[in-house]
């Protein structure tokens, strides 16, 4: 059963950094594609971005790029993010994709989430 569980969310002034992360079980984690999704008080959910298979390959929403960075390490995705905005202010989600393997399918969308670490942002 795949099981992905974030920590690390908190309360940020703007300008800050802040790193969320994912411990992910109950798959082959390595293999698949993984991200993070967000959603901001009443908006929808708005993909961050994707880490493909290889760990190295990543792909961003063009408005995050620059700012955020996803890794990956053993059973858990990373999320960092700098000059932070308090329109980044949302509930920050792990991702898992269906797509494995080495090569880079883009988009890849996402069949499972976590529960989901809140990030607030203040001016």
């Known amino acids: 059963q795949v099981q992905l569980a974030e920590s690390g969310g908190g309360s940020v002034q703007a300008g800050g950094s802040l790193t969320v992360s994912c411990g992910a079980s109950?798959?082959?984690?390595?293999?698949?594609?993984m991200g993070w999704v967000r959603q901001a008080p009443a908006k929808g959910l708005e993909w961050v971005g994707t880490?493909?298979?290889?760990?190295?390959s990543t792909y961003y929403a063009p408005s995050l790029k620059g700012r955020f960075t996803i890794s990956r390490a053993e059973n858990t995705l990373y999320l960092q993010m700098n000059s932070l905005k308090t329109e980044d202010t949302a509930m920050y989600y792990c991702?898992?994709?269906?797509?494995?393997?080495?090569?880079?399918?883009?988009?890849?969308?996402?069949?499972?989430w976590g529960q989901g670490t809140q990030v607030t942002v203040s001016s």
């Open positions: 991702a898992k994709t269906e797509y494995c393997g080495l090569s880079k399918i883009t988009p890849s969308p996402f069949a499972a």
């Open positions: 880490i493909f298979s290889d760990g190295l």
């Open positions: 109950g798959f082959a984690f390595s293999t698949y594609y």
